[in-house]
């Protein structure tokens, strides 16, 4: 369920504790306002259906206006295209079977 809250303000310094590494690579404390919204951002984006997403998005603009939802929707994308991104292996792999080389 998306409720509307107040933002709280935290400023996370070098030392602030835990901290985990958002999908960007980029380090923040769970207390951020960062961690927030990628939390919502990959809870949305794990819902099992694209009516489930949609209806959290609509919601989210409701509450928080466009440019809320905006932002998150980017978010999600971002996400969805770094779980999908191909690895390293994965490129070498398919450039080898493209070029004709025999992998072992």
Do not use: F
Not at 8 to 32: E, F, I, K, N, W
Not at 37 to 63: D, S, V
Not at 67 to 78: E, N, V
């Amino acid at each position: 369920m998306i409720i509307e809250r107040q933002a709280l303000r935290h400023v996370c310094t070098p030392d602030c504790l835990p901290r985990v590494q958002l999908y960007d690579g980029r380090m923040a404390c769970t207390y951020s306002e960062d961690w927030r919204h990628e939390c919502e951002a990959r809870m949305i984006l794990n819902m099992r259906t694209l009516e489930g997403r949609r209806g959290a998005i609509l919601a989210i603009a409701q509450l928080r206006g466009k440019p809320a939802a905006d932002r998150l929707q980017d978010t999600i994308a971002a996400i969805w295209r770094a779980r999908h991104a191909p690895t390293a292996c994965q490129i070498g792999a398919s450039e080898a079977i493209a070029g004709g080389v025999g992998l072992p």
